[in-house]
């Protein structure tokens, strides 16, 4: 079964400021099966980037996601108030889906 | 637009039984995948469940295997979890999402239902 590691377990930052989260599989993994969730306290998680590298619908562009292998990147090019969140990846393989146990983005 | 409500959560003592339900709309449930991804408080996402779009094809993480069972009726546009055996460790608001087929990503979600298991 293959793990998914996220780093850092939070991040401290300003509005406008430039956000780089990790996810480290444990092993290597399809690129078109790693997605990216974000989600604000309360709410259910919201669908960012599909197949590594894809923006959902309706995302904005200063969030973009790269990576392939076992190494995997979501970048905030600068971010704004709304962002401050929780953000998880995920991966399916061998019929299973598994996520990573998530980022804290928080207001420095 | 794609709507998913789930329902049936509620405090259930150790070892009883549950029956979630997830109602779709907005879409063409029967050709989606649909899942089940729990939240215990405070903590990460665990997918629990997910099933094919005609039923076929049913998965379940270790942690529930044995235990819970996922199904759908594509007559009402509804997703099901049946939880047997429930444990303490399974307090969690339970969330239904739909599966895009291709990526095997989760596009919607709903806003989850509470299931609290305690004595």
């Known amino acids: 079964e293959i793990v998914l590691t996220q780093s850092p377990g939070t991040l401290s930052l300003s509005p406008g400021e430039r956000v780089t989260l990790s996810c480290r599989a444990s092993?290597?993994?399809?690129?078109?099966?790693l997605t990216w969730y974000q989600q604000k306290p309360g709410q259910a998680p919201r669908l960012l980037i599909y197949g590594a590298s894809n923006r959902a619908t309706g995302i904005p562009d200063r969030f973009s996601g790269s990576g392939s292998g076992t190494d995997f990147t979501l970048t905030i090019s600068r971010l704004e108030p709304e962002d401050f969140a929780v953000y998880y990846c995920q991966h399916y393989g061998s019929s299973l889906w598994t996520f990573g146990q998530g980022t804290k983005v928080e207001v420095k | 637009q794609v709507q998913l409500v789930e329902s049936g959560g509620g405090v259930v003592q150790p070892g009883r039984s549950l029956r979630l339900s997830c109602a779709a709309s907005g879409f063409t449930f029967r050709t989606y995948l649909v899942h089940w991804v729990r939240q215990a408080p405070g903590k990460g996402l665990e997918w629990v469940a997910g099933?094919?779009?005609?039923?076929?094809?049913?998965f379940h993480a270790d942690s529930v295997k044995g235990r819970f069972s996922i199904s759908r009726d594509n007559s009402r546009n509804t997703l099901y979890l049946q939880m047997n055996s429930l444990r303490a460790e399974d307090t969690a608001v339970y969330y239904c999402?739909?599966?895009?087929?291709?990526?095997?990503?989760?596009?919607?979600w709903g806003q989850g239902t509470l299931v609290t298991v305690s004595s």
């Open positions: 999402a739909r599966g895009d087929l291709r990526t095997r990503c989760l596009d919607y």
């Open positions: 099933i094919w779009y005609d039923g076929s094809e049913k």
């Open positions: 092993q290597s993994v399809y690129s078109d099966h």
